[in-house]
């Protein structure tokens, strides 16, 4: 059972804020908060990143749209489901989802709904991840991506899906969360 007993106010109470880095891709404010006991955390650290983005795309077919790309972090190639940046201009994360499906693999179209939110660490990170569900999406067009991103696009069966995770092959956490989810609500695994 959840417990639903919360304190009134649990919120800490930033006393300094300061901005060390701002670049696009990596935005870092250190803090000076108090917290509710009156501790006081004199260096806390914040990461800044706009709202992301994943989508399950699963093609009329029953194949699912991955891409494989390389990780400069982790230093290997890794596959994954499409993902991206929700962009300023998007009226939304759905229209951000759709968008990315579109331009990192040239598949769009299908029945759309979100699936999850998620958040990387939500003690540092000020962002969500919204997850969609896209189910009978199609290739429209080529892929059209952008100079930093180099992508394979591989449809795979619900076998080979279930085999990379059950393989630990899904690295991305934000990625692998939303697979298990759906094998889980559908009795796949």
């Known amino acids: 059972m959840i417990n639903k007993k919360v304190r009134e106010n649990p919120k800490w ?6 901005y060390l880095h701002r670049r696009p891709w990596l935005t870092v404010r250190k803090e000076r908060v108090l917290l509710p006991n009156g501790n006081v955390i004199p260096e806390y650290y914040v990461l800044e990143y706009p ?4 989508v399950i795309a699963i093609t009329k077919e029953n194949l699912f749209v991955f891409v494989t790309q390389y990780r400069h ?3 290997e190639v890794s596959h994954e489901i499409c993902a991206g940046v929700c ?3 998007d009226a939304s994360p759905l229209v951000s ?16 709904r ?3 939110t998620l958040c990387a660490n939500s003690s540092t990170h000020t962002n969500l991840t919204h997850c969609f569900l896209a189910v009978g999406v199609e290739k429209v067009s080529e892929q059209h991506l952008e100079d930093s991103e180099d992508l394979t696009v591989q449809l795979l069966t619900l076998e080979e899906v279930k085999a990379l995770l059950k393989s630990d092959a899904v ?3 934000l990625m692998a969360a939303p697979l ?10």
Request: overall charge negative.
């Open 13 to 18: 109470k930033v006393l300094e804020s300061e």
């Open 51 to 54: 709202d992301w983005v994943n």
């Open 73 to 75: 972090g982790l230093g």
């Open 87 to 89: 962009e300023k201009e």
């Open 97 to 112: 989802a759709q968008r990315e499906l579109l331009e990192e693999t040239g598949y769009g179209n299908g029945e759309w």
């Open 114 to 116: 979100e699936f999850m």
């Open 171 to 173: 690295k991305q956490s």
């Open 180 to 189: 298990w989810k759906y094998m889980a609500e559908n009795k796949l695994i």
